[in-house]
């Protein structure tokens, strides 16, 4: 079993930033890859970024050079830094681990309006 916690979206103008957190509690945190999803109402959680146990990271195009994902092994914690936003990137933003079983976060809102 695990749990994932979601914290620091918010309301931010575009070309601002945001720095999400997702706490997990599960043993061995460092094994597994975890990712960030995102989802506006109306369309499917389409995949932002992830990380593995190793550090390796990927971006989806859209994201590329401006967020960042990153993890603190320690805190069994994983970021995600969100630089340069735009409106379209308004959306519930969800972490996500998956160790066979797939689990999920509550969502935290991340809103890009001036």
């Known amino acids: 079993q695990a749990q994932l916690v979601e914290s620091g979206g918010g309301l931010v103008q575009p070309g601002g930033s945001l720095r999400l957190s997702c706490v997990a509690s599960?043993?061995?945190?460092?094994?597994?890859?975890m990712a960030w999803y995102r989802q506006v109402p109306g369309r499917q959680r389409e995949f932002v970024a992830d990380?593995?146990?190793?550090?390796?990271?990927r971006y989806r195009e859209a994201v590329k050079g401006r967020f960042t994902i990153s993890r603190d092994n320690a805190e069994s914690t994983v970021y995600l830094q969100m630089n340069y936003l735009r409106p379209e990137d308004t959306a519930v933003y969800y972490c996500?681990?998956?160790?066979?079983?797939?689990?999920w976060g509550q969502g935290t809102q991340v809103t890009v309006s001036s």
């Open positions: 996500n681990l998956n160790s066979g079983d797939n689990y």
């Open positions: 599960i043993r061995f945190f460092r094994l597994y890859t």
């Open positions: 990380i593995t146990a190793g550090g390796t990271t």
